[in-house]
């Protein structure tokens, strides 16, 4: 068997123990739970979807006995998880199982950008990690986005470094395509569309202004693709643009107001915030709006306090303050079992260790680190603008694990077996 043949077999075996160690997790800690919060959201949505009813609105359904066009979140993770109904799979247990199978494909997009950024031996080791890394694992069993996240982090990764290798506008509309994908898993991500797309021309070194215009045109064409059909869905169902998703108020809302702005609870997130704003007549768009205004007007009369709750936002998100607390806030709001995210944790502890190598030893051999910078900035300004959560910081662990796979390499590997792999365009 060839080299590259013995790394797919070594792919794949990682992907089935990614696949084993995700249905153990849902069998061992979900398989008794019952949707809730956004689970509840994708789970019914999906199911809506798959008897051809469209994107409904479930909380609307389900609470008010109403018919509405639900853009609550973006629709990709509804889309890939409606096809588990379309073939009759309408349990929420049968559904995470799903998750786990699409989950454990983010093993082989982890390896193949590991394998783009620095080798194959530092795609299996990344592959091995996140076949195993507790973060993701949760993820894959809790019916989110992040499912869908990871692997297309991963992918924006890998697109990003085939760029900077050889540019070209198909490589530079992939990667435009991708960061969109992002996008519509969740809206934040849209500064991937932002930070990487749109100076995708950059890539052409010393080169004139047309061909990276070409280059950054391509790009931005790519993501617009990817946007449009979404936006076709949107624009003759709903009184008011819906680009992404229409919950900005109520995520707003839920992060400035008294109980996150001090206390237990300061940068993180409280519903009562939510609950305790009246209701406007005018339907969603109305209530929603009411939301937004509300809490611009909570932060910019409690202006003194926001600097530390958005230092506040920022630790959570990063696992460096109230770690403890933070793992038994989302073992309550979010059902996230203590043992499994106790041990993610120090897991992310170690990967920023062996990424620290990573990072300097990609510096050394003169590979751009410029992906896992806009990955960085992206959590960092989300994690402040928004409230802290782990599972915003899903894009950095996938940044993370694979410069962690490259120190791993840098550090157990002899020096003289140590391969440069820097590939020019």
């Given amino acids: 068997m060839t080299r590259a043949g ?22 061992g800690y979900r398989r008794h739970v019952p949707p809730t919060g956004d689970a509840f959201y994708f789970h019914y949505q999906a199911n809506l979807l798959a008897s051809g009813h469209g994107f409904l609105d479930p909380y609307a359904l389900f609470w008010r006995l109403q018919l509405s066009p639900g853009a609550s979140h973006p629709p990709l993770w509804t889309l890939v998880l409606a096809v588990a109904p379309a073939v009759g799979v309408t349990s929420f247990f049968a559904q995470l199982v799903w998750g786990c ?31 195993v890394y507790p973060v993701f694992v949760m993820d894959d069993g809790s019916l989110l986005a992040e499912t869908v996240v990871v692997p297309l ?53 010393r080169q004139g202004w047309r061909p990276r215009l070409a280059v950054s045109g391509a790009a931005v064409l790519g993501a617009l ?17 819906v680009l992404l998703s229409d919950q900005l108020g109520v995520t707003l809302a839920t992060a400035n107001c008294a109980q996150t702005y001090g206390g237990r609870l300061i940068g993180y997130w409280d519903d009562t915030c939510e609950t305790e704003v009246p209701v406007p007549p005018g339907g969603a768009v109305a209530r929603d709006t009411q939301l937004e205004h509300v809490a611009l007007r909570y932060a910019e009369h409690h202006a003194g306090q926001v600097p530390a709750v958005v230092a506040a936002r920022l630790g959570r998100a990063l696992g460096v303050f109230r770690p403890a607390q933070q793992i038994d806030l989302e073992w309550s709001v979010l059902g996230r079992p203590r043992l499994p995210a106790t041990i993610g944790l120090f897991g992310y502890y170690v990967l920023i260790g062996f990424a620290v190598l990573g990072v300097v030893d990609l510096r050394s051999r003169r590979i751009p680190l410029a992906p896992f910078v806009v990955v960085l900035a992206e959590v960092v300004v989300v994690s402040m603008a928004i409230f802290g959560q782990t599972r915003y910081r899903d894009p950095l662990d996938v940044a993370l694990v694979i410069l962690a796979a490259v120190g791993v390499e840098r550090l157990f590997l002899p020096r003289g077996a140590h391969v440069l792999t820097r590939r020019g365009p």
């Fill in 101 to 131: 199978v699409l989950g454990s494909g983010a093993v082989a997009a982890v390896a193949v950008a590991g394998r783009e950024v620095a080798g194959p031996r530092v795609g299996l080791v990344a592959a091995a990690v996140s076949a």
């Fill in 153 to 205: 982090v991963a992918l924006v990764v890998w697109a990003c470094y085939r760029l900077w290798r050889r540019p070209t506008p198909w490589r530079a509309a992939v990667l435009g395509a991708l960061c969109a994908l992002c996008a519509l898993a969740r809206s934040e991500l849209v500064l991937l569309v932002v930070l990487l797309a749109v100076p995708a021309g950059t890539a052409l070194r």
């Fill in 6 to 27: 013995r790394w797919r077999v070594g792919v794949v075996l990682l992907v089935l123990l990614g696949l084993a160690v995700r249905v153990a997790y849902v069998w």
């Fill in 225 to 241: 693709c990817m946007f449009a059909p979404w936006w076709a869905y949107t624009v003759p169902r709903f009184s008011h643009p």
